[in-house]
C-alpha cells in the first residue's frame, strides 16, 4: 500500500496577493477605500441619485470611517508598516484605544478587500476575488468522487493571513451563503461553531495564528437583511452599505478575531483568548508534517519566536520542504529560513540545505511531487 505523505502548507501573505494587497500595498489601498466612501456615500453631487439607498446614517458612519482613515494614515507617516504601529499602540497602554480603533478599521477593510470587486477603479491592483489558486487548489485535493466534496485529511493550513479565501472558494462546491458553516466544513480555527479542543487531526483543517477576519458569522442585522458575500454582486454601491453597517455593529468580540502574534491574551483583552491553543494545533500539525510548502511568506521578525516554536515541533523525519515565491524573493527567503531555524529543527548537521527546494512561479500552490496525484 503506498505511504500518503502528510502535507502541510504554511501560508503568508503573498499566498493571497492576487486578491489582497500585501503589507506595503496598504496605504495605498486604504487611500482607493477612502475615495471610494467618499465619492459613494458622502459626496452629495455623486451620490444625490442613490439618497434613497445610502440615507443619512449611512452617511454619517461613513464620515466617521473617512476619519478613521485619515487617522490610520497620519499615522502610518511615522513607521515602516501598519505592523509596526499596531506594536507601538501595543506596547504603551494609554494608546490600547487607538488599537482598538486601528484593528475595527483593519477588520472593516479587509472584509471590504475581500468582496469588493469594481473593474472601474483604474489604481486597483486586485485582480481577482477571490484569489483563483485557491479554486485551483481545492480542484486539485477534492475527492474524486461524485457529491462527496471532502479535502483530504493528510492535507493542512497553517496560516498568519486573516483573510477568508478559502471560504469563498470552497463555498462555489457547497453552494451555501453560511460562511460558518463552511469554516465548519473545513475545520478552520478558530471559529464560532467548533470548540478548538474539538480538531480532529485525521481531518482536513486550517489554522489562523493571527485569527481571521470572521465579520460575516450569519450575522442578521435586522428581520429581512442578511451580509452575504457569496451572493452579493460587490460591484454595485449596495456593497459599501452593507461594509458601513457592519462597522457600525463591530464589537470587540469581533475584533479579538484579529490579532498579533506578540499579543498576550492575559494583559489584553481584545484578542483572542484561546490564541495559544491555536499555536498548540499548529505545533500537532508540524510534528506529524512529512512534506512542507510555504506560500508566499518572508518569516518575519515579529513572527520569528513563533515559527521557532513550530519549527522545534516540525517531524524529524521530514521528508522535503519547499519555498515558493518570487523568483526575486525566493532565494533570500531560503536563505532566511537556513539562518533562523537551522538550531530550531531536529535534524542531521547539514542536512537542512539538502531537503529544502525552492519554486518560483506563483500562478498556483506548489503541489509536491511526492503527493503522485
Given amino acids: 500500500m503506498r505511504n500518503i505523505p502528510n502535507v502541510t502548507y504554511l501560508l503568508g501573505a503573498g499566498a493571497s496577493a492576487n486578491a489582497l494587497p500585501v503589507i506595503n500595498e496598504l496605504p495605498s489601498r486604504l487611500k482607493i477605500f477612502k475615495k471610494l466612501l467618499e465619492d459613494r456615500c458622502v459626496d452629495e453631487h455623486q451620490s444625490l441619485f442613490l439618497l434613497e439607498l445610502f440615507n443619512p446614517e449611512i452617511k454619517s458612519i461613513a464620515r466617521e470611517l473617512i476619519s478613521d482613515i485619515e487617522w490610520a494614515l497620519q499615522e502610518l507617516l511615522s513607521h515602516s508598516t501598519i505592523d509596526t504601529l499596531a506594536?507601538?499602540?501595543?506596547?504603551?497602554?494609554?494608546?490600547?484605544n487607538d488599537l482598538e480603533r486601528l484593528k475595527r478599521l483593519l477588520y472593516i477593510y479587509f472584509l471590504f478587500e475581500q468582496g469588493y470587486n469594481d473593474t472601474n477603479i483604474r489604481e486597483s491592483t486586485i485582480k481577482e476575488a477571490p484569489d483563483k489558486r485557491y479554486d485551483s487548489f481545492i480542484a486539485t485535493y477534492i475527492s474524486p468522487k461524485i457529491d462527496k466534496l471532502e479535502m483530504p485529511g493528510n492535507i493542512k493550513i497553517v496560516t498568519w493571513n486573516y483573510d477568508i479565501q478559502m471560504e469563498l472558494a470552497f463555498s462555489k462546491y457547497l453552494a451555501v451563503t453560511d460562511l460558518d458553516r463552511v469554516q465548519e466544513r473545513l475545520q478552520i480555527f478558530p471559529n464560532s461553531l467548533r470548540s478548538i479542543d474539538s480538531f480532529?487531526?485525521?481531518?482536513?483543517?486550517?489554522?489562523?495564528?493571527?485569527?481571521?477576519?470572521?465579520?460575516?458569522?450569519?450575522?442578521?442585522?435586522?428581520?429581512?437583511?442578511?451580509?452575504?458575500?457569496y451572493g452579493l454582486d460587490q460591484s454595485k454601491k449596495g456593497?459599501?452599505?452593507?461594509?458601513?453597517?457592519?462597522?457600525?455593529?463591530?464589537?470587540?468580540?469581533?475584533?479579538?478575531?484579529?490579532?498579533?502574534?506578540?499579543?498576550?491574551?492575559q494583559e489584553f483583552s481584545i484578542t483572542f483568548k484561546e490564541k495559544?491553543?491555536?499555536?498548540?494545533?499548529?505545533?500537532?500539525?508540524?510534528?506529524?508534517?512529512?512534506i512542507l510548502v510555504v506560500v508566499g511568506y518572508s518569516f518575519p521578525i515579529f513572527n520569528r519566536s513563533v515559527d521557532k516554536?513550530?519549527?522545534?515541533?516540525?517531524?524529524?523525519?521530514i521528508q522535503h520542504i519547499y519555498i515558493q515565491d518570487t523568483k526575486d524573493n525566493v532565494e533570500d527567503i531560503k536563505n532566511i529560513f537556513i539562518n533562523s531555524f537551522s538550531d530550531s529543527?531536529?535534524?542531521?548537521?547539514?542536512?537542512?540545505?539538502?531537503?529544502?527546494?525552492?519554486?518560483?512561479y506563483t500562478?498556483?500552490?506548489?503541489?509536491?511531487?511526492?503527493?503522485?496525484?
Fill in 200 to 229: 480532529d487531526e485525521k481531518s482536513f483543517g486550517i489554522v489562523h495564528l493571527n485569527g481571521i477576519i470572521n465579520g460575516v458569522l450569519g450575522w442578521n442585522f435586522s428581520d429581512d437583511f442578511r451580509v452575504d458575500f
Fill in 363 to 373: 500562478n498556483q500552490f506548489h503541489i509536491p511531487a511526492e503527493m503522485n496525484l
Fill in 309 to 317: 516554536e513550530l519549527m522545534r515541533n516540525l517531524k524529524k523525519e
Fill in 87 to 96: 506594536k507601538r499602540l501595543y506596547l504603551i497602554s494609554s494608546r490600547h
Fill in 276 to 290: 495559544n491553543n491555536l499555536k498548540g494545533i499548529a505545533s500537532k500539525i508540524f510534528a506529524n508534517t512529512d
Fill in 345 to 360: 529543527i531536529g535534524l542531521v548537521k547539514g542536512r537542512l540545505p539538502n531537503i529544502i527546494s525552492t519554486v518560483n
Fill in 239 to 265: 456593497y459599501l452599505e452593507i461594509i458601513c453597517q457592519i462597522y457600525k455593529k463591530l464589537e470587540k468580540e469581533h475584533l479579538r478575531y484579529l490579532t498579533y502574534s506578540w499579543e498576550d491574551p
